[in-house]
Nanobody, 121 residues
Framework: QVQLVESGGGLVQAGGSLRLSCAASGSIGSIDNMGWSRQAPGKERELVAAFTSAGITNYADSVKGRFTISRDSARNTVYLQMNSLKPEDTAVYYC???????????????WGQGTQVTVSS
């Protein structure tokens, strides 16, 4: 089994910063894409930032220049540094990854439980 565990969410004032972490653990053979999505109340889940399998970073237009995704491959961990936060960034942030477990030849998608980010105006 593979688990993704997020941490680092919380309440922050507009203009502030937060850093989210997501650690993958369990029976991991290899990790493909890994990144962050978010879901605000009444809205669909949207991609925020992610590493592609080629190691290229993709960002939602709404966070470009403010958010930075990084990773520590040795620790199977991905980070999301969020600066200049806005009230519209308020959402539950989910980590996701495509992981091949040690007992499988194929990749499967995994999601974390989510961490709440609230930005007050």
């Amino acid at each position: 089994q593979v688990q993704l565990v997020e941490s680092g969410g919380g309440l922050v004032q507009a203009g502030g910063s937060l850093r989210l972490s997501c650690a993958a653990s369990g029976s991991i053979g290899s990790i493909d894409n890994m990144g962050w999505s978010r879901q605000a109340p009444g809205k669909e889940r949207e991609l925020v930032a992610a590493f592609t399998s080629a190691g290229i970073t993709n960002y939602a237009d709404s966070v470009k220049g403010r958010f930075t995704i990084s990773r520590d491959s040795a620790r199977n961990t991905v980070y999301l540094q969020m600066n200049s936060l806005k009230p519209e960034d308020t959402a539950v942030y989910y980590c996701n990854a495509r992981v091949r477990s040690l007992s499988s030849w194929s990749y499967n998608a995994y999601w974390g439980q989510g961490t709440q980010v609230t930005v007050s105006s």
